[in-house]
């Protein structure tokens, strides 16, 4: 091969392998599925190195060894299957080493061992390039193998090392998607079966936008019904009009968030008593985006504690016409009310806590006989 040909078809190499890194990361900015750009980067680095045959390894976080990922060229069953990260192995140095690890021939390798399914799937001469993520983390290794020896050149080398580095981030951008995914599915879960809680989305102007299930739940209305519905609907024609609805959402604009503890209106004209609160979203400009109002339906608690306060009131409002002394007191003896008379008796504002032994010594022994 003279120099000119030689020439030609390193620029020939050249364009092809630009050209796959420029496929790469195309198809990279198309998908969030990261098994499926991985596939893509093997089929693709194969591809580039006439090899046809190439995976990627990752890291079991928590144990010492990796397991395939991804592949192409090889069968199937291959996904999946995990290597000890021993000492002798040539992955286990390419990741320590943060370099690639080139075997030119197993026959005559003498510094690493191979695994048995390599040899046995007749693979010859491998090359093992370690990928990582941003921070300089380890992520795993792309491994690109030959069934026959081979002079991995310099070219080769630095190709693996290009398309390695933009493997990183890549990888790291979409485990942060599916963490996301995740996260937005719990998120999910949570709000369609939080019944009790309404949870719904307004726009800057506080028109509904987003109406989840256990807003329907508790308000009655559908999410088809209540969408670009103003949420001062939702409030009684008394706060209407004394302003509560616009006072809540400026407070939020304001201050971040507001309280929402107030009666509210059903869709069939019934009241609900709401525990929840208003928060401001903002965009990255710092403009409001919208309102995020999540809210307990306490209604049935509210209007027992409304009882009881009532029952207490009556029940002292009696006790304050009788002219017997009346003590009341928690099982260890301390007070917690006792009746007008105590106070007359003493001649001052019975204010103590303390229990019947207490009281007594407040009492004139004249009075104690």
Avoid at 28 to 56: P, Y
Avoid at 114 to 141: D, E, H, S
Avoid at 236 to 243: I, Y
């Amino acid at each position: 091969m003279t120099a000119l040909q030689k020439q030609t078809l390193d620029q020939g190499q050249l364009l092809k392998r630009q050209k796959i890194l420029a496929d790469f990361g195309e198809f990279a900015l198309r998908s969030d599925d990261l098994d499926s750009v991985l596939t893509e980067a093997c089929r693709l680095v194969g591809e580039a190195l006439d090899t046809k045959r190439s995976k990627v390894l990752e890291i079991k976080r928590g144990e010492k060894k990796l397991w395939v990922r991804a592949a192409v060229g090889w069968t199937p069953n291959i996904v999946g299957l995990q290597l000890n990260m021993d000492q002798h192995s040539s992955e286990t140095y390419a990741i320590k080493l943060g370099q690639p690890m080139v075997t030119k021939d197993i026959a005559k390798e003498e510094r690493f061992g191979v695994p048995a399914f390599m040899k046995r799937a007749g693979v010859v001469a491998l090359v093992n390039v370690p990928i990582f993520v941003p921070g300089r983390k380890p992520y795993g290794l792309l491994q690109v193998d030959d069934v026959v020896p081979r002079q991995f050149e310099d070219s080769d080398i630095q190709f693996l090392r290009t398309y390695a580095t933009i493997l990183g981030p890549v990888i790291d951008r979409l485990h942060q998607v599916d963490a996301l995914k995740v996260s937005e599915e719990r998120f999910r879960l949570v709000v369609e079966n939080a019944r009790d809680y309404a949870i719904f989305v307004t726009d800057a102007e506080d028109r509904i936008v987003d109406w989840h299930e256990g807003a329907q739940a508790v308000f009655g209305w559908t999410a088809s019904e209540a969408a670009g519905m103003s949420a001062s609907k939702l409030f009684t024609e008394e706060d209407r009009a004394k302003g509560e609805d616009q006072k809540e959402v400026e407070t939020a604009r304001r201050e971040g968030s507001a309280p929402d503890v107030r009666w509210h209106l059903r869709k069939d004209g019934s009241h609900v008593f709401i525990d929840g609160s208003t928060e401001c979203l903002r965009n990255a400009d710092g403009s409001v985006k919208g309102f995020l109002k999540i809210g307990q339906n306490v209604t049935e608690r509210h209007r027992t504690e409304r009882r009881l306060r009532q029952n207490e009131a009556f029940q002292r409002m009696l006790i304050g016409g009788v002219p017997q002394l009346i003590w009341r007191s928690e099982s260890i003896g301390n007070r917690i009310w006792s009746s007008p008379q105590w106070s007359s008796l003493l001649a001052r504002p019975l204010k103590t806590a303390k229990g019947w032994d207490g009281l007594r010594r407040c009492i004139p022994m004249t009075m104690q006989r």
